[in-house]
């Protein structure tokens, strides 16, 4: 059996999708941060976004509230 492949939260099925649902929440609101609803562990997550001149994202760096669950800077 191979070994257990250890990987951050975010990059997991569910982290993925959180995180695409923070930014898609912060970006609606064009916002450059905030705080909003992680879908992974229902807590909130701290996003901060830097925009393009067209309006896409540049930058986005987030953090949740809760330990150990999804984290990102790209
Ligand atoms: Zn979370």
Redesign the pocket.
Known sequence: MPAAEIRPFVLTQVGLR?KANVINAAVRQRRTGGSYR?T??K?R?EVTITYTTRGTVKHSRGQ?S?RG??AWEE
């Open positions: 959180a992680c992974a562990c807590g997550c949740c809760t669950c999804i």
